[in-house]
């Protein structure tokens, strides 16, 4: 779900200056760690978000990042096997690459 970042200061006027929306598209984030490997933090963004068209407040999306959501009918098992009873959820795919630690 889309959200504004706080927008009241400095951070607002810069916003304002470059004729943006404090406004963040929908997206998801993510902290992915392995031993041996550096830790990921990323996120990724809802496709057909109409945020994406207008811009991202931080300058966040890129289009590799930008996933397709397939929504899951009520009663659908999650990946996990859980039941979600009558409510919906949605599905997106995508892949993680971790670079070694020390690069």
């Known amino acids: 779900m889309p959200y504004p970042i706080p927008h009241d200061g400095p951070v607002?006027?810069?916003?304002?200056?470059v004729d943006r929306s404090p406004?963040?598209?929908?997206?998801?984030?993510?902290?992915?760690?392995a031993d041996d490997l550096?830790?990921?933090v990323t996120h990724i963004f809802v496709d057909g978000d109409p945020q994406i068209a207008i811009g991202d407040s931080v300058?966040?999306?890129k289009?590799?990042?930008?996933?397709?959501?397939?929504?899951?009918?009520?009663?659908?098992?999650?990946?996990?096997?859980?039941?979600?009873?009558?409510?919906?959820?949605a599905?997106?795919?995508?892949?993680?690459v971790l670079a070694p630690a020390g690069t």
Do not use: N, Y
């Open 12 to 17: 607002g006027a810069m916003l304002e200056s």
């Open 59 to 61: 300058f966040g999306v």
């Open 38 to 40: 550096r830790t990921l």
């Open 63 to 89: 289009e590799s990042l930008i996933k397709q959501f397939t929504q899951q009918d009520p009663g659908t098992p999650t990946p996990d096997g859980r039941d979600l009873g009558d409510r919906s959820w």
């Open 91 to 96: 599905r997106a795919r995508f892949g993680i």
């Open 23 to 33: 406004v963040r598209a929908a997206h998801l984030h993510f902290m992915v760690t």
